[in-house]
């Protein structure tokens, strides 16, 4: 990922505005009451209002754009049949946020060190990736009746729920 990170590529921009606050609040935050009616979210009431109030819900502009993913989860792929796909040019938290929802916390740590810094605020909107990406996959396991997709939405939300 730091090597992804530190290319100086000239690509798209991301399209789908993925950190774009004003629209991903409203949409997690009915996602994550939809899967607590649906008793398939393994964070208690409490749990899950301190990371919710732990989040940003906006940031300071310009945020630091390079060469991203934007999107890594168990099905997501970065080569596929030997061509780059899924890059373009995004904010840094967006990959990030698979520190949380793809490792075990224990291995965080070793992470950073290899990684390097990262300011606060990325740290924070890394936060806020992961949570609603693991939502959405979790969701969509659920619905779509997908085992392996359930099984790793639930266990980035338990990675999640141990950082609190």
């Not at 338990?158 to 950082?163: A, F, K, S």
Request: glycine share 4%; aromatic share 8%; net charge negative.
């Amino acid at each position: 990922m730091k090597t992804l990170h530190s290319l100086n590529v000239t690509c798209d921009e991301d399209q789908l505005q993925r950190l774009d606050l004003t629209q991903r609040w409203p949409t997690l935050q009915k996602l994550l009451h939809s899967l607590q009616q649906e008793k398939v979210l393994s964070f208690n009431t409490t749990v899950l209002q301190h990371v919710l109030q732990s989040l940003p819900t906006s940031y300071e502009e310009p945020r630091p754009k390079m060469l991203v993913h934007g999107d890594l989860y168990a099905r997501h792929l970065i080569i596929e049949q030997g061509q780059l796909r899924g890059i373009h040019r995004g904010d840094p938290a967006l990959d990030l946020a698979a520190v949380y929802t793809c490792l075990p916390t224990e291995s965080h740590a070793t992470f950073w060190q290899e990684y390097g810094p990262v300011s606060p605020e990325t740290l924070s909107l890394a936060g806020f990736q992961a949570l609603y990406s693991a939502a959405m996959i979790l969701n969509y396991g659920l619905h779509e009746q997908d085992q392996a997709l359930f099984a790793a939405g639930q266990q980035a939300m338990l990675w999640l729920q141990q950082l609190c």
